[in-house]
């Protein structure tokens, strides 16, 4: 999968507290009237493994609004699995492949929601893709 740097909303962001936090960046898909692609979704994947002396869990929220600081009228548009175990983010594994839909809006940013605990280490990098490959799309040569 090639990812474009001008694409990435989380670059190996560390998230350890509990609460909610936003990707570090976010997606400006211009004043047109609406995103048209029925092919681009955000990847959401683990960098670096996460950690903990606790149980704490993650879930994963795609979000647009008309405002780059997404305080007037932002709407979730994509969800990951909730409570996601520290098991399951290993270093490698995608998390969340969440369809942009056509005609959001302007901004599109992905929100971070750790809870029960704190997680001593962990990096998440969350990108927009068009048709990716995944692994039932490979061809052995």
């Known amino acids: 999968m090639i990812v474009d740097k001008d694409n990435m909303m989380s670059d190996a962001q560390a998230l350890t507290t509990s609460g909610s936090v936003?990707?570090?960046?976010?997606?400006?898909?211009?004043?047109?009237?609406?995103?048209?692609?029925?092919?681009?979704?955000?990847v959401?994947?683990?960098?670096?493994?996460?950690?903990?002396?606790?149980?704490?869990?993650?879930?994963?929220?795609?979000?647009?609004?008309?405002?780059?600081?997404?305080?007037?009228?932002?709407?979730?548009?994509?969800?990951?699995?909730?409570?996601?175990?520290?098991?399951n983010l290993t270093a490698g594994t995608?998390?969340?492949?969440?369809?942009?839909?056509?005609?959001?809006?302007?901004y599109l940013r992905v929100m971070y929601t750790i809870g029960v605990a704190d997680y001593t280490a962990g990096n998440m990098d969350a990108f927009v893709v068009i048709d990716s490959q995944t692994a039932k799309d490979a061809i052995n040569t």
């Open 94 to 106: 995608t998390v969340a492949r969440m369809k942009i839909p056509p005609n959001c809006k302007r």
């Open 22 to 42: 936003a990707s570090t960046s976010y997606i400006d898909l211009g004043t047109a009237a609406g995103f048209k692609s029925s092919n681009a979704e955000v």
């Open 44 to 87: 959401v994947s683990v960098q670096t493994a996460f950690t903990s002396s606790g149980a704490p869990t993650l879930a994963v929220t795609l979000e647009t609004d008309t405002s780059s600081d997404f305080a007037t009228a932002k709407t979730t548009i994509g969800t990951s699995a909730t409570g996601i175990v520290k098991a």
